[in-house]
C-alpha cells in the first residue's frame, strides 16, 4: 500500500525571482541610509538611540536636506514593496487581459469586463503586497543575521561595534517599517467590485423578469402547444444561464468580503 504524500504548490521562480530582487533593493537602501546616518554620528552629538530614523526626522540640530532625505527610508522601501508586486500581478493578469482583448465585446460588456478585472486587480496587488512585504523582511533577515555573525567574527573591536550598531539600527527600521505596512493595511478596489456586483444583480433580475414575461406570454392560449414548448424550453435554459451567472457573482462577493474581513482583522491586532 502506498503511502499518501502531501502536496504543495510549485515554486513559482519567476516570482521567487522577483521577490529576491525586491529584496536586494531594500538592501541597497538600507546600505546607503546606513552611510547616511553614520556620517550623521560623526558630525553631530547624538547617542546611538538618537540615529533610528524616527528620532533624526525631529531633530532641527541637523540640516533639513538631511533630515528630509533620512526620513525617507520607509516611504522608499514601500515603493519597492509595491513595484514588486505590481510586476507580480501583471504577469499573472497578463493571459487574461489578452483573453479579454481577444474576445467579440460590445463596447459596454467590454468596459464592464475591464472594470472587474482591473479591480480584482487591485485587490490581488493589495492582498499580495503584505506577504510580498513580509517575504521581503525575511529574507533581509537571513542577510542581517549573516553580517551580525560576520561582525562579531572581526578582530577590530570598534569595526565590530559599528558594525553591530549599524545591524541593530537596520533591525529596528525594518520591524518599524512592518508594523506600520501593517496597521495602515488595506485592500483597495472592493467598494468598487462591489458596486459592480450591484449593478450585475440588477441586470440579472432585469434580465429575470424579461424571461419570465416570456414565459407568460408563451402560456397564452393563442400560441401552438409545439411553439409553447419550444418558447418555454428556452426561457427555462435562459433562466439556468442567470441563475449560475448569479452563484458565480455569490461565490466571487464572499470570497472577496472574506479578503476584507481579513484585513480587519489584521488591523485590529
Not at 472587474?116 to 510580498?132: A, E, F, G, I, W
Request: charged share 35%.
Amino acid at each position: 500500500m502506498k503511502k499518501h504524500q502531501e502536496t504543495s504548490e510549485p515554486t513559482d521562480y519567476v516570482e521567487l525571482a522577483e521577490k529576491n530582487a525586491g529584496a536586494k533593493a531594500v538592501e541597497y537602501l538600507i546600505d546607503k541610509h546606513l552611510i547616511q546616518i553614520m556620517g550623521i554620528r560623526e558630525d553631530y552629538p547624538l547617542d546611538d538611540l538618537d540615529l533610528l530614523s524616527i528620532e533624526l526626522k525631529d531633530n532641527y540640530d541637523i540640516k533639513r536636506s538631511v533630515r528630509r532625505e533620512v526620513g525617507r527610508l520607509q516611504e522608499k522601501i514601500r515603493l519597492v514593496i509595491e513595484a514588486v508586486t505590481q510586476r507580480i500581478a501583471d504577469r499573472k493578469y497578463r493571459s487574461t487581459e489578452q483573453a479579454i482583448e481577444g474576445m467579440k465585446l460590445s463596447k459596454n460588456e467590454r468596459t464592464r469586463f475591464n472594470a472587474l478585472l482591473n479591480n480584482d486587480k487591485r485587490v490581488h496587488v493589495s492582498c499580495q503586497s503584505l506577504k510580498v512585504a513580509v517575504d521581503v523582511f525575511l529574507e533581509l533577515n537571513k542577510r542581517i543575521i549573516r553580517k551580525i555573525e560576520e561582525s562579531e567574527a572581526s578582530d577590530d573591536k570598534q569595526t565590530a561595534r559599528r558594525m553591530i550598531l549599524g545591524n541593530a539600527i537596520i533591525v529596528y527600521e525594518l520591524l518599524d517599517f512592518i508594523i506600520n505596512y501593517v496597521d495602515l493595511f488595506s485592500i483597495s478596489g472592493i467598494e468598487e467590485i462591489n458596486e459592480i456586483y450591484s449593478n450585475a444583480c440588477d441586470e440579472n433580475k432585469r434580465l429575470l423578469g424579461k424571461e419570465n414575461e416570456r414565459e407568460k406570454r408563451a402560456n397564452s392560449e393563442y400560441i401552438i402547444a409545439e411553439i409553447r414548448e419550444q418558447i418555454i424550453t428556452d426561457v427555462q435554459n435562459r433562466k439556468g444561464v442567470i441563475a449560475r451567472l448569479s452563484e458565480e457573482w455569490e461565490s466571487y462577493i464572499k470570497a472577496i468580503n472574506e479578503k476584507k474581513d481579513k484585513t480587519a482583522t489584521i488591523n485590529e491586532n
